[in-house]
Each structure stands twice: as structure tokens, then as C-alpha cells.
């Protein structure tokens, strides 16, 4: 989870997004990507529903960041918020002590 948390902070202040207001979204999307990573070895997109997992994440489309975020900036899980978007809150840092408090019920 620690490898996807600081991806997550350095590709938001890269990209100049900001993750969500409400930073127990950005808590279970970074922990869904970083299981993704694990069992998949890629990051797969937590928040779609796939048929075939390994094809997605072999194909590449849906990995993190995704082709709609690169492209148009476009995040699906919320997790990477443009500033004008009525979700975005004004951090792009999320600690691992934050990370696992949200996520325990996970």
C-alpha cells in the first residue's frame, strides 16, 4: 500500500490534481489499487467492474492512471480531482497512519 500511496501523491502533484474532499475515498481507492498491484501485478482501476481482471490489467487501459486520466484527466475512482471539480479538496498528501484508520472495514 506504501508503494501505491506515494505514486498516488507524486502523480497528483505531477498532474496537478487534488485528491477528494472526503479522504476515506482516496483511503479505499489507493488500498484497491494496491491489492490490484499485488495480485495482478499491475495497478488495475478498483472502482470497475471487469470480466476478466488479468486481460484488463495485461491490456493496460484501466491501469493507474488510466487512459481517460491521461488523457482528459478523467478519474473514475475520484482519486485524482481536477480543482474546479466539486469534490476536490485541497491535499494531495494522504499519510499510511490515515491509509489504514480508513481502511480497517475494508
Known sequence: MEIMRKFSEQYAKGS??????????????IKGLAEHKDTLGAPLCPC??????????AQGFWNCPCVPMRE?????????LTEDNDFSGDEQKISMEELKEMTAGY
Open 16 to 29: 496537478k490534481t487534488y485528491f477528494c474532499i472526503d479522504k476515506s475515498v482516496t483511503a479505499v481507492v
Open 48 to 57: 470497475r467492474h471487469y470480466d476478466n481482471k488479468e486481460a484488463e490489467a
Open 72 to 80: 482528459r484527466k478523467e478519474c473514475h475512482c475520484m482519486l485524482f
